[in-house]
């Protein structure tokens, strides 16, 4: 997973609360003082300058000499918004994070003014006040669950790319993840497995349909190879430790144990927590494969199939400029295999 330097996270401290205070401010309106500025950031005077600086070049504010800096008039065709239902609390800078900060780099980098707002709350009168506004041309939906809100969406924006849409109607220009189960099972096939257990978030069918067609994947790939599910192999991680510990339990200790199992990276933690609570060597008693590379500090590595953030970020742009020209693209992801120590091969017994 990519890093954060020392001077990245500074810098976009620095942006992120020159961004706040320019939100609350009139076009026209004053900016504090410099010493107050460093104060209220936390971040030192050079690297503050240097976002001023760079905020004057694209047009946001005016800086006059022993008066100040001042915020500009702009109009919404300099401004992107962000919108995204899925942001989930996290104790590490997760995927979505460092797909954000490269996106909004990239917006920089054109002068422009990327936006990132959470919607999953807001009904659509909120929205359509937000889109009203907030103008802006160009628009990044992340992780839309249900067609008609992401329908509503389009119909009052300009220019809208979905990105990893969690429905499964396309609508119009978007990034959506490529089928990671056939790969993941291919991965374990190759490495002599074939009790395979399946761990899904499928919370809610109608508002993650992409989790279901996952699931039935699964089972489509199983069946063609003629083998056996069994109902304690497969079950839904609600982020609740007990309810995943029952049912690991119950997977762990009935009669047919599975050789691997397939898990989301979000329970990677309470699945590695329950192997060292109970015993199961990772690898030799039970290989794990992970989806999306979380939590890469855990121990043994993890193996999983994955994007990686910062690829996806550019892949949006890029269908965003496209979309710009009047061309409206439907691209999948580029899933690749993080190959660590969880999968090994399987000593099949003679």
Not at 102 to 112: C, D, M, P
Not at 184 to 210: D, R, S, V
Not at 294 to 314: G, I
Request: net charge positive.
């Amino acid at each position: 997973m990519e890093k954060y330097s020392k001077i990245t996270y500074k810098r976009n401290l620095a942006a992120d609360y020159l961004e706040n205070v320019l939100a609350n401010l009139p076009p026209g309106g004053k900016l504090p003082g410099i010493r107050t500025m460093i104060g209220q950031s936390g971040v030192g005077r050079t690297l503050l300058e240097a976002e001023l600086s760079r905020l004057e070049q694209n047009g946001f504010i005016e800086i006059r000499l022993r008066q100040g800096c001042y915020k500009k008039f702009r109009t919404g065709k300099n401004r992107v918004l962000y919108l995204h239902e899925v942001l989930y609390p996290a104790k590490h800078p997760g995927f979505n994070d460092i797909l954000f900060e490269t996106a909004r780099s990239i917006a920089r980098e054109r002068g422009l003014e990327l936006k990132l707002v959470d919607i999953a709350n807001m009904d659509e009168s909120g929205l359509l006040a937000l889109l009203k506004n907030s103008p802006a041309n160009m628009v990044f939906l992340g992780g839309p669950r249900e067609t008609s809100r992401a329908a509503f969406i389009r119909r009052h924006v300009r220019y809208c790319v979905e990105i990893f849409p969690r429905h499964a109607v396309t609508l119009g220009a978007e990034l959506r993840n490529a089928p990671a189960t056939p790969l993941q099972m291919e991965y374990l096939f190759q490495k002599q497995y074939t009790k395979i257990a399946y761990i899904h978030q499928g919370e809610n069918w109608n508002n993650t349909p992409t989790q279901l067609m996952r699931l039935l994947d699964y089972y489509r790939i199983m069946s063609e190879k003629h083998l056996p599910v069994y109902p304690e192999w497969v079950f839904q991680y609600t982020y609740e430790w007990n309810t995943f510990s029952r049912n690991m339990h119950k997977m762990m200790n009935s009669h047919h144990l599975p050789e691997a199992v397939i898990a989301p990276g979000s329970c990677m933690e309470h699945l590695y927590n329950f192997c060292a609570n109970n015993g199961i060597k990772i690898g030799s008693e039970l290989a794990i494969m992970g989806c999306d590379d979380l939590v890469p500090e855990l121990s043994p590595r993890p193996t999983s199939v994955t994007n990686y953030a910062a690829e996806m970020a550019h892949q949006a742009w890029s269908i965003m400029d496209s979309l710009l020209q009047g061309v409206e693209r439907h691209d999948l992801t580029n899933l690749k295999i993080v190959t660590g120590e969880t999968v090994p091969i399987r000593q099949i017994s003679q």
